[in-house]
């Protein structure tokens, strides 16, 4: 077993830190979004998700998801309760800090994983049904599909396929539950017929910035050392939601006449979901065109709600599952041994079998996100109700759901 190296369980500490202020960043980018008779109840949606996500992550969440493997697909419950993860470094992952270091920062992704989907249901969503749908979808869904993706067992893993920073297990994995959740709930009151203007697009940029300066933890973190694949990975990072915003407001001012400021933070967000599978593999003019693509693709993907006729209210699925999707398929094509050779080479550095094995990853994970995210959504409707009355939804949710209101003029 190696031994702890300060340096890297220094940088490993300060890269949970930062994804941990992507979920608060993400409450702000959302509650922004929304009309301002909901903005606490959808804020606080996000941030509630990293109690419940807390606690089930030491309780048996973590061993589940890294613990001794069953068969590739779940782990066994030896760690539960954390028994076992202590101050000493893991033999598998991230060698040179605690063990519990590593774990921490793995909660910060599974934080925030669930607190995504939440955009898909915006200002109709009861909050006990939020908890329980939460519970549920991060232990039956979430868990397992880590597993296969980031266990040193998992099946995926194994198999060769690449996510170096959650494109699969995060934002496609979210992205799919969120386009259930949306077409499950069905569409809020007056939607197609009234306007739901945002309340507050200064607080949904300061949101996308917070989100931006967290991914450099996201992304560069998931090297587990300070060391030059994190370098690598924090600078195509940058470069992507850089050339992503640039891309997707070129397109909305070609097609609707006029940039908007909500564009430019959309389009940022594209190009960091985007880039999060691949950045550990990819150089930067790859990370580039991966950018310039996401952009594009995921302002088109907007137009996917009205051809079939669903209220994804803050495009949860245009940007995280559209844009997961393309970080996936972007990973077989771009990487590139020469960045990180503990990876594999893509389709245009030679490697033809890997954009097939990202394939692989897409479809079952689409798949098993699918079915399950349909069934939980059923049974959290049965147990407790989902969506709340057409009274409360009128009321607005921050009244009718919390007893609070967002702003106090």
């Known amino acids: 077993m190696n031994p702890i190296n300060t340096g890297d369980t220094a940088f490993m500490m300060i890269a949970a830190a930062l994804v941990m202020f992507m979920t608060p960043g993400l409450a702000l980018f959302y509650g922004g979004l929304v009309r301002s008779k909901n903005v606490l109840s959808t804020v606080i949606q996000s941030f509630f998700s990293m109690g419940i996500v807390g606690l089930i992550w030491v309780l048996y969440g973590y061993s589940l998801a890294f613990g001794p493997d069953i068969g590739g697909v779940i782990g066994n419950l030896h760690w539960a309760f954390l028994n076992g993860v202590g101050l000493e470094p893991s033999s598998s992952y991230a060698t040179t800090v605690p063990h519990i270091v590593f774990c921490a920062f793995q909660l910060m992704f599974a934080s925030i994983t669930p607190a995504l989907i939440t955009g898909a249901f915006a200002e109709r969503i009861k909050f006990s049904g939020f908890i329980l749908f939460t519970i549920l979808w991060t232990s039956i869904v979430y868990l397992p599909v880590c597993h296969w993706v980031w266990a040193s067992d998992g099946w995926l893993l194994k198999l060769g396929a690449l996510d170096f920073a959650g494109g699969t297990v995060i934002h496609l994995n979210s992205g799919i539950a969120a386009l259930l959740a949306a077409i499950f709930i069905g569409k809020r009151r007056g939607y197609g017929r009234v306007s739901f203007m945002p309340h507050s697009l200064g607080m949904s940029v300061l949101g996308a910035g917070i989100l931006w300066f967290g991914w450099f933890g996201f992304n560069a973190g998931s090297a587990g050392a300070a060391n030059a694949v994190a370098g690598s990975a924090f600078f195509v990072t940058h470069i992507a939601a850089a050339a992503a915003m640039v891309s997707w407001v ?79 398929i972007a990973t077989g094509l771009f990487a590139s041994t020469a960045i990180n050779p503990a990876g594999a080479d893509g389709l245009f550095f030679g490697g033809f079998s890997l954009v097939f094995i990202q394939l692989v990853g897409v479809l079952v994970t689409f798949a098993y996100s699918g079915v399950l995210t349909w069934l939980i959504l059923k049974l959290t409707d ?28």
């Open 250 to 328: 070129a397109a909305e001012w070609q097609l609707q006449g006029k940039p908007t400021a909500l564009g430019a933070a959309s389009g940022a967000v594209a190009g960091l979901v985007a880039i999060t599978p691949a950045s550990g593999f990819v150089g930067p003019v790859s990370g580039l065109i991966i950018g310039l693509v996401a952009g594009v693709l995921c302002y088109l993907a907007i137009n996917l709600k009205a051809k079939f006729k669903y209220d994804d209210a803050l495009d949860v699925v245009a940007v995280h599952g559209c844009g997961g999707t393309w970080g996936a």
């Open 382 to 409: 049965r147990l407790v109700g989902f969506r709340v009355s057409n009274e409360d939804e009128m009321t607005g949710l921050d009244l009718s759901q919390h007893d609070e209101v967002g702003y106090n003029l």
